[in-house]
């Protein structure tokens, strides 16, 4: 409970900064097109840079401290640009800063709060337990950008940055109460007793884990690909929907707010999916929705685009949410709690270290050619990234895995309700305790 109320707080103010960044560095700064794509860039290359890493500490540490001083962190980073603003002192090059050091902040947290949750819940809840978060953060996505909006509009973008920087620091304040004993990892010696290898060994170790695994490298590699074409497209999102489309940052959150419904839907059915189509067909199907999603953008008319952007948020929220919760899930009922950490690094650097280089693209696409080109392109380059997901064996999933002991698990398939986990080539090493 403490854990999904510093959720909720943080979420609810995540959505203010989210549209009030982007607008100052459009309205206030007035940078170009390039300049724009670069900012959603930099927020994303500390995953490219210290995902892997971050993991392997991770493994080595108690998520819970790793939590609190991530929350604190961005709090202050955030704090800065209502400061500098104040002072008539703010540039893009402070926001690309903030975004940099709180995209950092986020590779530990995020990190430390999937690889957390096992802690907190037995593996057969790990999907309650990520509904449950889910729902929150979807609701936050629903009403959020509506409540931004209106925020930016009377109180201006920095007092609500303002704002998002002290529900941090709540956040934090429920974390520190939470009492539910963690074990302390040895920092010298191994599950096994043994003394640990570097961290460039342990790095490895990750990445051997996700990579030979052929679930966890399908799931990598469409959801990678699914990133790549969708950072492409929303790249100059904001910029295409203040300068050609003419809409406000009213009219934004409350095209933000209803789209996101789809979300809380998906957060509030994700299980039922599983029952009615098993769980394989269930994140194959709502990777493929993805795609319609973003066309919808991309075909939005300039004299009538609310329904159409509405509609788009409805059916991406659905498709996203669903498909998360249960290939996280998944990937969390499979794997080890002391591979938790390098498991869930390994997926991000691979999932979302994809999302810069596609942001990039998406500004040179939108300097060169046109803002609307660089959302077609991603609109028809998505329909990838499903591929990966039907030639790998995700998509004979039935059932979420019955762990047989903390060490390994079982994943059912179609054709062989008992079929072993398949595991990197040091697997004794890695799953065993």
Known sequence: MKLWTAETISQFGTQVSLLAIPLLAV????????????????????????????????????????????????????????????????TIWQLYLVGFVAGTLTVFFDISYQ??????VDRDQLIEGNSKLEVTRQLAQTAGPAVAGGLIGVLTAPIAILLDSISYWF???????????EPTP?????????????????????????????????IAA??????????????????YAVLELGLSAAELGLIFGLGNLGALAGALTGDRWVARFGLGRTIVG???????????????????????LIASGLLMGLSEVVYNI?????????????MQGRMNATMRFIVWGTIPMGQILGGIIATTVSLSAALWVGAIGSFLA?????????????????????GAATVPTASDDKMPQDVPPDAPSLLQR
């Open 27 to 90: 309205t206030v700064l007035q940078v170009s097109a390039f300049q724009f794509a670069l900012l959603g860039t930099v927020e994303m290359l500390p995953f490219i840079l210290f995902s892997l890493p971050a993991g392997a500490w991770v493994d080595r540490l108690r998520r819970r401290p790793i939590l609190i001083v991530g929350d604190i962190g961005r709090g202050v980073m955030l704090l800065s640009i209502p400061v500098a603003y104040a002072f008539d002192a703010l």
């Open 115 to 120: 690889s957390y949750l096992p802690s907190l």
């Open 171 to 181: 956040s934090a304040a429920f974390v520190f109460l939470i009492r539910r004993h």
């Open 186 to 218: 040895d920092r010298h010696l191994d599950e096994h007793g043994q003394q640990r290898e570097s961290l460039r060994k342990e790095v490895a170790a990750g990445l051997r884990y996700v990579l030979g695994n052929r679930y966890l490298r399908g």
């Open 222 to 239: 469409s959801t990678g690909i699914c990133n790549l074409f969708s950072g492409i497209a929303f790249a100059t999102f904001i910029m």
């Open 286 to 308: 709502s990777m493929f929705l993805t795609t319609p999603g973003i066309l919808l953008v991309a075909m939005a008319p300039r004299a009538f685009p609310v329904p159409f």
């Open 326 to 338: 249960n290939q996280v899930s998944f990937r969390q009922a499979i794997t080890p709690r002391t």
């Open 386 to 406: 499903v591929i990966p997901l039907l030639i790998s064996p995700v998509h004979t999933l039935q059932v979420m895995p019955e762990p047989l002991d903390d």
